[in-house]
């Protein structure tokens, strides 16, 4: 499995921007399907964004359609979340997750589907 590191996070107001990035060790994040998580005080682990082994599939939480963007640069091992229009209700701690034993490229949905995680970087969102 591949390590995962989260950076980019911060305090935002409502209305801005934000980027993400997840650096990852190892040759085979190439191969890995991965996606973002967000998790609320109080609240269940939200899958908000995945994407394929090659960058041309992706999927969005309803919730973050629209304002946000997955990425990912296989040469640099890194993959990205752009968020934008923030709204207070994206408060969280944001994980990067690599699927598990890549996923055969296809990006996690459910904890289950994880078999990295990042140790999470927090956004907040100020109204």
């Known amino acids: 499995q591949v390590q995962l590191v989260e950076s980019g996070g911060g305090l935002e107001q409502a209305g801005g921007s934000l980027r993400l990035a997840c650096a990852a060790s190892?040759?085979?994040?190439?191969?890995?399907?991965m996606g973002w998580c967000r998790q609320a005080p109080g609240k269940d682990r939200e899958f908000v964004a995945g994407?394929?082994?090659?960058?041309?599939?992706?999927y969005y939480a309803d919730s973050v359609k629209g304002r946000f963007t997955i990425s990912r640069d296989n040469a640099k091992n890194t993959l990205y979340l752009q968020m934008n229009k923030l709204k207070p209700e994206d408060t969280a701690v944001y994980y990067c997750?690599?699927?598990?034993?890549?996923?055969?490229?296809?990006?996690?949905?459910?904890?289950?589907?994880?078999?990295?995680w990042g140790q999470g970087t927090q956004v907040t969102v100020s109204s």
């Open positions: 994407i394929n082994w090659r960058g041309r599939s992706t």
């Open positions: 190892g040759r085979t994040f190439s191969s890995y399907g």
């Open positions: 997750a690599a699927a598990r034993n890549g996923g055969a490229g296809y990006p996690p949905r459910i904890p289950g589907d994880v078999g990295s």
